[in-house]
C-alpha cells in the first residue's frame, strides 16, 4: 500500500471500525459496510486532513479504496508548492 491508500485505511479502521484486512484497492466503501452518510463523513474527514477539495456531493458506496486513493493523490499532486 502506498502512503495515501495507508492513511485512508488508517481513517477507515480508526473512525469507522472497519476490520484492516477487509481493506484492499478493489473494496468498495459498501463491501465495507460503510452507509451513505458514513460515506459523506469519511470524504469530509479526507477533505479536512489533507486540505483538499475532494467532492464529498459525488460520495458513494460504490467507490473502490483504490479509486478514492488515486482521486486524493491526484488533487494532491494538483497543489502547487506552497499551497499548504
Known sequence: MDQVTERIAAVLTRKFDVPADLITARASLQDLDLDSLSVVELYVTLQEEWDIPLDAEAATG??????LADEVRKLLDGRRPGDD
Open 62 to 67: 460504490d467507490v473502490t479504496v483504490g479509486r
